[in-house]
């Protein structure tokens, strides 16, 4: 998807599952999605789901649970910030018993903000791509929330969210009054809100093609990128010293499509073939020309082939009996997708365009980058459910200002969001979307909880970017028509945007000194090498 250009301060958490933000008396309850929330300071990004992501204001929370204006018509209980996940120990982590299953109502802490996330980890999506490169490590991308909040008034709690029972259609409205609803989690605990933000998010989108959940990766969380880079790692090592190729598909040309498959291909070179499918006959069909332009200039020199004008009827697996699994030193199976390495997968291509012929392709590995699911439909249902309205996608009819339509106390962002821009199309489901969406968001609830006017949302493209490789990017910012930045400038320049948005000062000052310390021995590298070549050749 495409990665926005934004010039921010943001702080992110990611994830991929299903989160919520609950606050008690007349504050906001969210749940994370691609989304984003509150003006002001750094922000945090959280990815609650498999494609989403949820901007927050950490000194913007903290203020509001403490002593900012925020607050100055309610009772100081403070603010509540729920995700889903597990449970965790370290400063700034709510402990809270697995064991415990029994409903209970959760008291929230005075003057403290709780996130809920079922992960604990957050994860920074659009960087991914660069752990499949060796190009970053986890921990600058994936940094702990207990180590993010561990200096701010922000808990954390990992848990689940299962069910959402909204009661703010009986008439509750305003900023006093009766909670606006609960949420429960999967622990057991019941939670109360007064505002609700719903920024659930998205899952890759499998049960379309027979065969595809079985055997083809998605790539949207860091889990899914493991996954990847581990069966890469076994591909590699089955095949080191021979002339055998490894074959990668990858399905779907869109930007993440394309961003894999320039990954992929720069790390196997000649000992690999990247094949991309896509139903339309171009790639990335709705970036911008340069964009495109660039990245086709790269998968043409790394060989990358496009099979352009089909799609995948389906996927089947032929496996070597004696090759079905990988075992360790000990004989052993550790890894479940270890079971699978040595497999071939087979993929039935169907033309989509007219003079196309059917064909089978063979690959080593399949990642499915096509289509996505809202999580916002996948909430348990109570007996008498008050049903949220819910278009095709899953996703919550929205007014202007983000509120749920008959839901005066819930907003939604990003994935769970169907708003529509001026001219009545929907809005991308993209980061950048969603990150405005959460400023929209912090300051409607704010205004609603003080009596004031809501903003109406208004979207400002401000241009898009990817990654070509560890070397490689493309980025066309939106305010200068027709520039487009590529190669080595603009790989630096998206690595500058995206340190900028990374979570906290903290964090964001260690990855630029890390960043700093690999980019200059990788120029040392290169100049050994340099000066090897010319003395040899001497």
């Not at 270890?338 to 003079?355: M, S, T």
Request: net charge negative.
């Amino acid at each position: 998807m495409p990665h926005d250009i934004r010039i921010q301060r943001s702080l992110h958490f990611a994830q991929h599952t299903i989160g919520e933000i609950v606050s008690p008396m007349a504050i906001v309850a969210l749940s994370a999605s691609a989304a984003t929330l509150l003006p002001f300071n750094s922000c945090v990004l959280c990815h609650l789901s498999d494609k989403t992501l949820f901007h927050l204001s950490i000194s913007q929370l903290t203020n509001w649970g403490v002593r900012s204006p925020f607050c100055s018509n309610v009772p100081k209980r403070g603010i509540q910030f729920v995700t889903s996940g597990a449970i965790g120990k370290n400063e700034g982590v709510a402990e809270l018993s697995q064991l415990e299953v029994q409903p209970r109502i959760y008291t929230w802490p005075d003057n403290k903000v709780l996130l809920v996330d079922q992960s604990e980890h957050f994860v920074f999506k659009p960087m991914l791509y660069e752990l499949l490169s060796g190009e970053v490590d986890a921990w600058e991308i994936a940094p702990r929330f207990s180590d993010l909040l561990a200096s701010t008034g922000v808990l954390f709690l990992q848990d689940k969210v299962k069910l959402l029972h909204p009661c703010d259609h009986l008439g509750i409205n305003g900023s006093s009054g009766s909670c606006g609803g609960t949420v429960q989690l999967a622990s057991g605990f019941h939670i109360e809100y007064d505002w609700l933000v719903l920024a659930l998010g998205a899952e890759a989108k499998l049960d379309v093609v027979p065969g595809a959940t079985e055997f083809a990766f998605p790539f949207s969380t860091i889990e899914d990128a493991c996954k990847v880079d581990s069966k890469l790692r076994a591909l590699e090592r089955r095949n080191f010293g021979n002339e055998s190729l490894i074959h990668v598909a990858v399905v779907g040309c869109g930007y993440s499509g394309v961003e894999l498959a320039a990954t992929i291909s720069e790390r196997l070179k000649d000992r690999g073939v990247v094949q991309a499918i896509n139903v339309e006959t171009t790639i990335c069909p709705t970036a911008p020309p340069g964009n495109r332009e660039a990245a086709l200039k790269v998968l043409s020199s790394r060989k990358v082939e496009l099979l352009l004008g089909y799609y995948v009827g389906g996927i089947q697996k032929a496996s070597d009996p004696e090759n079905s699994a990988m075992p360790t030193e000990t004989g052993a199976i550790t890894d479940i997708s270890a079971q699978c390495i040595y497999e071939k997968y087979y993929l039935e291509l169907n033309p989509a365009e007219r003079g196309l012929q059917s064909q089978i392709l063979e690959a080593d590995l399949v990642l499915w980058t096509v289509g996505s699911k809202s999580l916002l439909s996948q909430l348990e249902a109570r007996d008498q459910p008050c049903e949220l309205p819910l278009n095709a996608r899953g996703q919550a009819e929205t007014d202007e200002t983000l509120r749920v339509k008959g839901h005066p106390r819930i907003f939604a962002l990003g994935d769970s969001s169907s708003l529509r821009d001026s001219s009545g199309r929907l809005l991308p489901a993209t980061a950048q979307v969603a990150f405005q969406q959460a400023d929209f968001a912090g300051w409607n609830i704010w205004a609603a909880i003080n009596d004031r006017p809501l903003l109406p949302f208004r979207f400002q493209n401000l241009g898009e970017m990817m990654t070509l490789g560890r070397n490689d990017a493309a980025l066309s910012p939106s305010f200068i028509e027709g520039l487009t930045l590529e190669g080595p400038i603009g790989h630096a320049a998206r690595k500058i945007a995206y340190l900028y948005r990374l979570p906290t000062d903290e964090h964001r000052l260690k990855v630029g000194i890390s960043w700093l310390t690999k980019s200059a021995i990788d120029s040392v590298a290169s100049v050994q090498s340099t000066l090897a070549k010319v003395l040899s050749g001497s």
